[in-house]
Structures are given as C-alpha cells and as structure tokens.
C-alpha cells in the first residue's frame, strides 16, 4: 500500500543547480499538489493539479515548474537553485474536496 | 485576509495526562477543518475533519471540536502516550472560486515518560 512516494528524500544543492523532484501515486487521485514546509510557518502551496494535464499557481510558484503527464506523477522542477530555496518539500493528492489529502514523507532539500 | 493561528506553539506533558490544543481562524467563507498529526521527519496524517455543522469528533483518544460562531477549535488528545509525541496542525478550508486551504504552523507536543 504504497500511497504518495517522494524521491530523493534528501538533496544537497548549490546555487543555481536545477533539479527535479519526484513525486507519484497510486490511488488514482485526480487533485495533487505541492507544498513547502518551513520552520514557524504552515505548509504553503506551490502548485497543484486538478488532472492529468491541467496545472495552477498556488501561493508560491516563483522558481518551481510542474507538470501532469499523467494520473500518477506529478513532478516539481526547481529551475535555478536559491538558498531561499532551502525547505522541506511535501507532495499530496486526494480524491475528491471531501477527502483528507495522503502526504508523502518529503524531501528535505539545502541549497548552498 | 484568511489566517490560522494554533496555540501553544510547543507543549510538554506526562505520559497518561490529557492536553488540549487550540486554533483560531479568520477563514470564510468557511468549508470545513481538519486536523492532522505530522510525526517527525513524516509528512502529515489526517486525524478528524469537521464541516460548519458539526461541533465534535472523536478519532480514538482524539477528539476535535468545532466553534463556527467563535471560529475556533480544539483538540483534546486523552491519556497521553509517547507515540502521540509530534506536530498537530490545524488545516481550515475556504468555499472560494474553487477551495483555498490555509495550514496552521502546527502545535509541538512532547510526551514524557
């Protein structure tokens, strides 16, 4: 029972690398999202998915692409590394409004 | 502006004591209110979820309560044991255009033998 799976759990970067981060379900979750987590704050949004092929803005979307090729994966591209950058990174999805969202355990990624 | 304020922001207690967190929200219009337990380095699991007609649910030793008129809500974990030892956020939902869902920072609660 697999749920939300993150990859790599841990990343070191430096300014002005870019990397992707992985993300894939197997519920058959039509909604998916990402979020940050920083110290003192609540998760904030930064892109999310209604389906496989439709992607919005969320609350900070500057310097993160995403894509929705299909119902499972929803990567996150952070396209040129800033130390501000420096955050764990959630990825969810759920099925209807109704439904709680399934977290993924995260990727803790340091940008130097 | 739609916030969620949880309070305290960290908390110690005996093994087998009872504790209640709270959380204030300015959200509207109002769609419902989760709360879930965040275990250090895991992502975030739903515990209860409440809509503006429901003032009460229990998940085992917890139990959420609802205040629309106050917006408010609590969480009264019983009989605390160590494992309940982590974050608890608070997650309310707004009936916008689409929905909107703002996250509390998240109360730290230590469970001590």
């Known amino acids: 029972n697999a749920g939300v799976t993150q990859t790599p759990k841990f990343q070191v970067l430096k300014t002005g690398q870019s990397m992707t981060l992985q993300c894939a379900q197997d519920?058959?979750?039509?909604?998916m999202s990402w979020y940050r987590q920083d110290p003192g704050m609540g998760l904030r949004l930064i892109h999310y998915?209604?389906?496989?092929?439709?992607?919005d803005q969320g609350e900070v979307p500057n310097g993160y692409n995403v894509s929705r090729s299909t119902t499972e994966d929803f990567p996150l591209r952070l396209l040129s590394a800033a130390p501000s950058q420096t955050s764990v990174y959630f990825c969810?999805?759920?099925?209807?409004?109704?439904?709680?969202?399934?977290f993924g355990d995260g990727t803790r990624l340091s940008i130097l | 502006k739609n916030q969620v304020e949880q309070s305290p922001q960290s908390l110690i207690i005996l093994e087998g004591k009872n504790c209640t967190l709270q959380?204030?929200?300015?959200?509207?219009?109002?769609?419902?209110l989760r709360w879930y337990k965040q275990d250090t380095g895991r992502g975030p699991v739903s515990l209860t979820i409440?809509?503006?007609?429901?003032n009460t649910k229990s998940n085992g030793r917890y139990t959420a309560t609802l205040d629309a008129d106050t917006k408010q809500s609590s969480l009264h974990i019983t009989a605390s044991q160590l494992s309940d030892s982590a974050s608890y956020i608070c997650v309310v939902t707004a009936r916008t255009g689409g929905f909107k869902t703002i996250f509390g920072a998240g109360t730290r609660l230590f469970v001590k033998a």
């Open positions: 959380c204030n929200y300015t959200v509207s219009p109002f769609s419902n």
């Open positions: 998915s209604v389906g496989a092929g439709i992607t």
């Open positions: 519920m058959n979750h039509e909604y």
């Open positions: 969810a999805s759920r099925g209807n409004s109704n439904q709680p969202q399934h």
């Open positions: 409440m809509t503006f007609s429901e």
